[in-house]
């Protein structure tokens, strides 16, 4: 993969984007946006998809936790996607590299009309040089936060797969507060192995899921390799590694052996 320009889809989770008081940690998305805006310049095109807005949202209004009431955590997120996208804005033109704002439902990506005027936009946006910044549309959609419903999304781990199959990415990297895919608790079992290379999503593989993650999140292993499976069918690689190690990043892109790598292809059903 050296040296060959590729269209990737990077997914950051709200654990690498926020402190445990669930404030934005400033220092991590500086590093992001560096980062992202480095590889643009190598000539590879980014799209990111974040979370987070929820989380922000809570903190920005002085909730003292995470709503449980639909309306409510919908008011979060329009209020955290609003702080959110103005500091992805202040980040990002310390680069000089424009970013743009793309909110989603899962009725624009299950209609095929939708999905193809989404998928033009993503490729005027990306013809331009610009990052596309996206999130589910929490504000007005309740697939990820609220369960029990008909959902297409749901998370945006998946979230991410499908954009990245929309847009024909070559590569989508997910972020999160581990450093892979282990054969094992690695908070429970110190001697867990990271799994480097992943070639089929065998039965045993699905069985290494565990459940969610941090309280500021709502992914766990399980949307991770639900996301891998859209990835591995719809013919591109993903890789799971951690956010807290932005200059990774680089050395994924090139091919290295870090983080998870599910590769394209084969499915065990």
Not at 12 to 20: E, I, Q, R, W, Y
Not at 95 to 107: F, P
Not at 178 to 194: T, W
Request: charged letters at 20%; one cysteine or more.
């Amino acid at each position: 993969m050296e040296g060959k320009k590729q269209r990737i889809v990077v997914k950051v989770g709200t654990s690498t984007l926020t402190h445990d008081s669930g404030s934005l940690d400033l220092r991590s998305m500086e590093r992001l946006a560096r980062t992202l805006a480095d590889l643009h310049g190598l000539g590879h095109e980014i799209i990111l998809v974040s979370s987070g807005a929820i989380a922000v949202g809570t903190e920005s209004l002085g909730l003292p936790e995470r709503p449980r009431e639909l309306r409510m955590k919908q008011a979060a997120a329009a209020v955290g996607q609003c702080r959110m996208m103005h500091i992805y804005d202040k980040l990002f033109a310390e680069y000089n590299q424009s970013v743009a704002q793309i909110l989603l439902t899962g009725d624009d990506v299950d209609n095929p009309d939708r999905a193809e005027h989404l998928r033009g936009t993503f490729s005027a946006l990306l013809s331009m040089g610009v990052i596309p910044v996206v999130n589910e549309n929490d504000s007005v959609s309740s697939a990820e936060i609220e369960t029990g419903h008909h959902k297409v999304l749901g998370d945006n781990d998946t979230l991410s797969a499908i954009v990245a199959g929309l847009c024909r990415a070559d590569l989508l990297i997910l972020l999160s507060d581990i450093d892979g895919l282990y054969d094992a608790d690695p908070k429970v079992h110190p001697e867990a192995r990271l799994l480097h290379q992943v070639a089929e999503l065998t039965p045993e593989i699905l069985e290494m899921a565990g459940g969610a993650g941090t309280w500021r999140g709502t992914g766990g292993m399980a949307t991770k390799l639900s996301a891998a499976r859209v990835a591995m069918t719809s013919g591109f690689d993903m890789v799971i590694t951690n956010g807290a190690k932005m200059e990774n990043l680089y050395g994924i892109v090139e091919g290295q052996d870090i983080g998870t790598r599910f590769i394209a292809g084969r499915i065990t059903q």
